[in-house]
């Protein structure tokens, strides 16, 4: 399938409402203009995952439907959406800027994301980790290096990697937190009001979800040119 074809047809997207990865993809195809129809898995039915299996042999979800095509892994997803999509890609073209955003990203998913994610279960040992990763995410969005208002300056993936974890630490009554740190708190305002970067008036933050969707399972969708 070629970059481009079938753009104006609604991509099917399988996820968790409160699922960071689930939320990444949705915050992608926002920014990028993509249409998505959300639709919400019960990870604890066997129909249900033994059907996504059919599309991610290993279970693995989110799984992305594009007419004909399913693509499952997070970071397949969302370079699959960067290139269909509008706009700038979400990759820095400069080869150092690009290697930085795949680190923050890493952070994000691999020490960040995690950590959140066992504070809102009610692990409070998990502070620890959330607190450096906070202090760490403060220091670079205030290093003189980068040139921007962003992770590594202009707008990326580490931003969308980020961006999940960050509104489930507020949804969870950790927002000071964030409150706390000048340079993540000036991030965090702005990401909730930017508009789409391919040039449509839609703003992606508004496909995260609320406390009550992640209670019920309600996966939000994107609807830009529809």
């Known amino acids: 399938m070629a970059i481009g074809d079938h753009l104006s047809d609604v991509k099917v997207l399988w996820?968790?409402?409160?699922?960071?990865?689930?939320?990444?993809?949705l915050l992608t195809a926002a920014e990028k203009g993509v249409d998505i129809d959300g639709r919400s898995v019960d990870v604890n039915s066997d129909v249900e995952m033994n059907e996504l299996k059919k599309h991610s042999p290993f279970g693995s979800i989110p799984v992305?439907?594009?007419?004909?095509?399913?693509?499952?892994?997070?970071e397949a997803i969302m370079s699959y959406l960067d290139?269909?999509?509008?706009?700038?890609?979400?990759v820095p073209r400069n080869g150092v800027v690009r290697a930085v955003n795949y680190q923050w990203a890493h952070i994000a998913s691999s020490h960040f994301g995690p950590a959140v994610s066992k504070l809102a279960d009610g692990d409070d040992s998990a502070m620890e980790?959330?607190?450096?990763?906070?202090?760490?995410?403060?220091?670079?969005?205030?290093?003189?290096?980068?040139?921007?208002?962003?992770?590594?300056?202009?707008?990326?993936l580490a931003d969308i990697h980020?961006?999940?974890?960050?509104?489930?630490?507020?949804?969870?009554?950790?927002?000071?937190?964030?409150?706390?740190?000048?340079?993540?708190?000036?991030?965090?305002?702005?990401?909730?009001?930017?508009?789409?970067?391919?040039?449509?008036?839609?703003?992606?933050?508004?496909?995260?979800?609320?406390?009550?969707?992640?209670?019920s399972n309600k996966l939000r969708s994107v609807s830009i040119n529809v």
């Open 162 to 215: 980020w961006a999940p974890s960050i509104h489930a630490l507020c949804l969870h009554g950790h927002e000071s937190l964030v409150d706390s740190m000048p340079g993540v708190k000036a991030w965090w305002g702005n990401m909730k009001v930017r508009k789409s970067m391919s040039k449509e008036n839609y703003v992606a933050y508004t496909t995260l979800p609320s406390l009550d969707e992640i209670r």
């Open 83 to 90: 290139d269909k999509g509008f706009g700038n890609s979400l």
């Open 15 to 25: 996820g968790v409402a409160g699922c960071a990865n689930t939320s990444k993809i």
């Open 129 to 156: 980790v959330v607190k450096q990763a906070l202090s760490a995410l403060e220091a670079q969005l205030n290093a003189r290096t980068k040139r921007g208002d962003y992770i590594v300056g202009e707008f990326s």
């Open 64 to 74: 992305l439907k594009d007419v004909d095509f399913y693509i499952y892994g997070t």
